[in-house]
């Protein structure tokens, strides 16, 4: 580096322009020490006694426009001139006769420097003695500015003499910059002690008068920008060279890969356009996910290594509460992860003492690298809505994990058998199985929307459709027979079909009396699918943590809004309740007979009972006993069952959930490091989208023809297959249309309603290869 180039350094430096720059010898006061630099021999004579100091040096620039020399000179005058007329009035004023001189003089060298020579008093030189300490040797040393990686990647920019902890990071910094500029910078010179950098490399020739050039400085260990010429005359380029890696790449898009673990490379590179700006080939698109999911699967097997200490913070902060992890051990003592279960203390104490003995139980997959899969109970409280119960995650869902599940919710919630207990769920094979063996004293109903959906497959009529849920919420064994009996006048086979399928599970005619629940469907278990739908994308305990935020947020708030109803039942309940206008005949003391037209009931208030069952089943008075009820001026709300109470609500949601510490604060568990579950090859193309009923599909601008038969003109007469001819196919398979194949992909099945896209079969086992299965409890 010459003369001048220092000159320009120390110009963009300080921001001032540098008239007069000068040196200090080392182990010399100012006073005798201080040198000017003029020229190159200046320099040369500068920089051999910075390197005789170990490379440091302290360099002084006048800033005010003032000759220092001249002052110096003028200071040692004042020094051997004691008779001065300024220097007697300066100590006549503020010192006493008997203050030697040579204290005098030396009392006044100090603010002399302070106030002639600014640059000692500049922010980025300190000396290491301290600015008071008055040892003439004391060393200076300059302060340059710390790169922050934490500040955003747009506003990062290069500045002279800036500290790098390393060569990574002064890349990545100036990665950052090129990109948010658009400038095509390159490295002429690139390895691990230096860096020199420039722009827009055209033919060979550099076209830009933009250079960085940094060195690793050995003492202070850090990578350091030493030159630096921040000038662009270049144009804004897409098409950057290899200064954009795929590392770079993926660590910008590692958050949306982590939610999106199969990104398509189109996808990636309209996001690397949008925000970046930038055209990326396709190697560096693949190179770049495969990048990010491995820095994804590694933070994933730190996520599995501290599941212990969060189970263990769990029963410390919330004792009473049931936190099971059970883990495979290979023969090779190494342990991998098959279960967890979760049920907090205050979440079961409320549903024993304030909710209906009515849990719904579905599983749903993980959506991210791990594909494991959520299992969940779900009750109702007072209001008819959703209270989550307990949850786990497994490695499978088979009838063993649901069997494990069971065990262990019943065991909370202290049911037993499942005496006294109605239990929803969807049609899993393995599911119902166990239900059978491990609560064969509870009351098991299957959701009616996914047997319809299973029927709306044969039988697509509307006539289907309409029988089908007169059937479902027929209260009386009478109109469901008679309501089965036009079924089959119909279509025989949609009778055999919907009698397979255990009418007593889905049919409100065969539930029983004493729950207080009339609902034939599963729909509070999808409901919290759904809603922790953006959690099943993130590692495991970020979304065991998202989940039990989110039930303590939803505990607090049902409580603070019940705090505010001033009524005695519940207002979903209360909707509920219709001013219907029936004719009611008085029979007896409190029995009455409710008639509309040709259509009768008994109703006895005494035993809170209809003719029809719905006051049995739900827990409501029906509008036959709405409007005995009304005949006699009593109040409807004082027949609601207990279980619909403001009171039972409050109850319920009486009891909270304790907050827990920071990873940091976690208790330490002595036990064996938990691997990610094992990758299991599921068959077919992997999705995320929940497989959508027939029926959900709707904002459609053209009527599918999918599973269209052809009909003679009646809509119960249906051709039968053999009755098809060639040429009839021939013109079915050229009307077929692209919007077909999307319907076929998203053909409903409903054993795999929610999130079952995944080609999992309920009750396949767990294939342990040669290893051991352990069972172990936090």
């Known amino acids: ?185 390159w490295y002429e010179k690139n390895d691990a002690s230096r860096l020199l950098v420039r722009c827009s490399k055209v033919e060979g020739k550099t076209c830009c008068p933009f250079r960085l050039w940094a060195t690793w400085m050995s003492q202070e260990n850090s990578f350091q920008i030493k030159s630096l010429i921040d ?75 501290k599941l212990w200490n969060y189970g263990a913070e769990l029963l410390r902060a919330n004792p009473g509460s049931t936190v099971q992890i059970d883990v495979d051990i290979m023969p090779n003592s190494t342990v991998y992860f098959s279960k967890m279960y979760v049920c907090l203390k205050g979440v079961k104490d409320g549903w024993i003492e304030g909710c209906r003995k009515v849990i719904a139980i579905d599983g749903c997959f993980l959506k991210g690298i791990c594909r494991s899969e959520v299992l969940a109970a779900v009750g109702r409280d007072s209001n008819n809505q959703i209270y989550p119960l307990a949850w786990a995650v497994v490695a499978v ?52 929307r996914h047997i319809y959906a299973n029927f709306k497959k044969k039988f697509t009529s509307v006539e289907f459709k309409r029988l089908f849920w007169i059937a479902v919420k027929s209260t009386t064994q009478k109109t469901f027979e008679a309501t089965m009996m036009e079924i089959r006048q119909l279509s025989i086979n949609a009778y055999d079909h919907l009698m397979e399928r255990d009418p007593s ?25 759904s809603a922790i739908v ?62 509309l037209l040709h259509e009768g009931h008994g109703v006895d208030l005494n035993n809170r009972t209809c003719a029809c069952r719905s006051w049995q089943i739900s827990g409501i008075p029906c509008l036959h006993a709405i ?27 009486r009891y909270t959930i304790n907050p827990i510490n920071g990873v940091d604060l976690w208790p330490t568990v002595v036990a064996n490091t938990v691997l990610p579950p094992r990758h299991r090859r599921l068959p077919g193309r992997p999705k995320v989208n929940r497989k959508k009923c027939p029926t959900e599909k709707e904002g459609r601008h053209i009527v599918s023809k999918k599973g269209g038969i052809p009909k003679c003109g009646h809509f119960t007469h249906e051709v039968p297959a053999y009755a098809f001819v060639a040429d009839e196919v021939e013109d079915h398979e050229e009307e077929y249309v692209a919007d077909d194949v999307e319907d076929q992909e998203e053909e409903y099945v409903a054993d795999e309603v929610e999130d079952h896209e995944e080609g999992y079969v309920a009750d396949q086992p767990v294939v342990d290869v040669g290893g051991s299965r352990e069972r172990l409890a936090v």
């Open 397 to 448: 869902e088979n009838k063993q994990t649901w069997k494990w599940f069971l065990d262990l919710l019943l065991d909370d919630i202290e049911m037993g058998d499942g005496t006294g207990l109605t239990i929803i769920s969807n049609q899993h094979k393995g599911l119902v199985e166990t239900v059978k063996d491990r609560a064969p004293g509870s009351e098991h109903r299957q959701c009616a």
């Open 627 to 653: 409007e005995a009820i009304l005949f006699l001026n009593g109040n409807v709300e004082d027949y609601v069952s207990v279980w619909l109470t403001t009171c039972m609500f409050g109850s319920c949601y």
């Open 231 to 305: 000038e662009h005359n270049c144009c804004r380029a897409v098409n950057m060279g290899p200064i954009v890696t795929f590392r770079w790449i993926g660590k910008m898009l590692i958050r949306d890969i982590l939610e999106q673990p199969k990104l398509s490379y189109r996808k990636m590179k309209a996001l690397v356009k949008t925000n970046f700006g930038l055209n990326v080939s396709v190697g560096q698109r693949r190179n770049a996910r495969m990048f990010a999911l491995d820095e994804i699967e590694g933070s994933l097997v730190g996520h599995y290594e």
């Open 534 to 595: 953006e959690a099943r994308k993130k590692p495991i305990i970020t979304m065991l943590e998202e989940i039990r935020v989110y039930v303590m947020e939803r505990i607090f708030n049902q409580k603070k809004k019940g705090e505010k109803w001033n009524l005695p039942i519940c207002p979903s309940i209360r909707r509920r309740i219709e001013n219907l206008y029936w004719e009611v005949t008085p029979s007896g003391p409190q029995q009455y007979e409710v008639r």
């Open 1 to 185: 580096m010459r003369f001048k180039e220092f000159i320009l350094q120390l110009q963009k430096l300080t921001t001032e322009r540098c008239t007069d720059v000068y040196y200090c010898l080392q182990n010399r006061s100012v006073v005798d020490g201080l040198r000017e630099l003029r020229d190159d021999n200046d320099y040369v004579r500068f920089l051999d006694a910075g390197y005789a100091n170990d490379c440091k040096i302290n360099v002084f620039i006048d800033e005010y426009q003032e000759p220092d020399m001249e002052l110096i000179d003028e200071e040692k005058a004042e020094e051997g001139d004691t008779e001065s007329d300024e220097y007697k009035d300066d100590v006549d004023s503020v010192m006493s006769d008997d203050i030697s001189v040579d204290h005098e003089l030396d009392d006044e060298v100090i603010p002399l420097k302070k106030s002639t020579y600014p640059f000692l008093a500049h922010t980025n030189v300190i000396p290491k003695g301290g600015v008071n300490d008055e040892d003439s040797g004391n060393t200076y040393e300059v302060y340059f500015p710390v790169h922050d990686p934490n500040q955003q990647w747009d506003s990062m920019k290069p500045v002279l003499g800036m500290k790098f902890c390393d060569p990574y990071e002064l890349k990545q910094m100036i990665t950052n910059y090129a990109v948010a500029n658009g400038y095509n910078l």
């Open 505 to 529: 599970t889905w049919c409100r005619a065969f539930f029983l009396e004493d729950r207080c629940c009339d609902v034939v469907d599963n729909g509070i278990s999808e409901f919290f699918n």
